[in-house]
C-alpha cells in the first residue's frame, strides 16, 4: 500500500546546483501536485499536472520545472538551487476532479540549500 | 487575492474535552472545504469534506461546519485524546487553478 512515495528524504545541496525531486504514485491518480511549505507558511502550490503530458503552473513556479511522461511519475527540477529554495517539499495525487476529491501526499523531501 | 486564516496561536486543550479550530477565508467563495491532519515530519492527511449546501458533517469524533455567509468553517473535535495532537490545516477549494491551504493550527492535548 505505497500511496505516494517521494525520493530523496533530505538532500543538502550548494547554491547553483541541481537536482530532482521524484514522486511517483501507484494509486492511477490523474491529477498529480507539487507544494512547498516553509515554517510557518501553508502549502504552496508550485506546479501541479491534469494528466500525462500535461503540466501548469501554481503559484509559486519560479525557479522549477516539471515533466509527467506517465500517470505515476511527476520529477520536480531545480536548475540553479538557491537559498530561497530551502523548504520541504511535498508531492500529492488525487482522482479526478481535485476539488472535491482528497488529495493523498507523500512524506516530503527537506532540501536544504547551503 | 484570496486569503484564509487559521487560528493563529497554538491551541492546547486538556484531554476529554472538545477542541475547536476555526478557518476564515475571503475574496473567494469556495463550493468545498476540505480539513487535514498533519503530523510532524509527514504530509498532510485527509479527513473530511464538507460542500456549501452541507452546513455540517461528522465523522467519529470529528465535525465540521460550514458557514458561507460568515466565510469560516469551524473544526470540533470531542472527547479529545493526546493522539489527536498534531497540526490541522483547512484547504478551501479554489475554482481556479490553485488550491490554497491556511497555515495551519497547531492542537496540544494535555493528558
Known amino acids: 500500500n505505497a500511496g505516494v512515495t517521494q525520493t530523496p528524504k533530505f538532500r543538502i545541496l550548494k547554491i547553483g546546483q541541481s537536482m530532482t525531486l521524484q514522486c511517483t504514485q501507484d494509486?492511477?491518480?490523474?491529477?498529480m501536485y507539487w507544494y512547498r511549505q516553509d515554517p510557518g507558511m501553508g502549502l504552496k502550490l508550485i506546479y501541479y499536472?491534469?494528466?500525462?503530458?500535461?503540466?501548469d503552473k501554481g503559484e509559486v513556479p519560479n525557479g522549477y520545472n516539471v515533466s509527467r511522461s506517465t500517470t505515476e511519475d511527476f520529477p520536480l527540477r531545480l536548475e540553479l538551487a538557491a537559498p530561497s529554495q530551502t523548504s520541504v517539499y511535498f508531492c500529492?495525487?488525487?482522482?479526478?476532479?481535485?476539488?472535491?476529491?482528497?488529495?493523498?501526499f507523500g512524506d516530503g523531501t527537506r532540501l536544504s540549500i547551503l | 487575492s484570496q486569503k484564509i486564516e487559521q487560528n493563529s496561536e497554538a491551541l492546547n486543550i486538556q484531554e476529554g474535552k472538545t477542541a475547536t479550530l476555526t478557518c476564515n477565508y475571503t475574496?473567494?467563495?469556495?463550493?468545498?472545504l476540505q480539513w487535514y491532519r498533519q503530523d510532524p515530519g509527514r504530509g498532510p492527511v485527509f479527513l473530511l469534506l464538507?460542500?456549501?449546501?452541507?452546513k455540517e458533517k461528522r465523522k467519529e469524533r470529528l465535525k465540521v461546519t460550514f458557514d458561507t455567509t460568515l466565510k469560516q468553517s469551524l473544526f470540533h473535535i470531542t472527547a479529545s485524546q493526546p493522539a489527536d495532537s498534531a497540526t490541522y490545516l483547512c484547504?478551501?477549494?479554489?475554482?481556479?487553478?490553485?488550491?490554497?491551504f491556511g497555515t495551519g493550527t497547531s492542537l496540544t492535548v494535555i493528558p
Open positions: 475574496n473567494y467563495s469556495p463550493a468545498y
Open positions: 500529492a495525487s488525487s482522482h479526478r476532479d481535485r476539488s472535491n476529491q482528497p488529495q493523498h
Open positions: 494509486m492511477n491518480h490523474n491529477y
Open positions: 464538507i460542500r456549501e449546501n452541507e
Open positions: 499536472s491534469v494528466g500525462a503530458g500535461i503540466t
Open positions: 484547504a478551501p477549494e479554489n475554482t481556479g487553478n490553485q488550491f490554497y
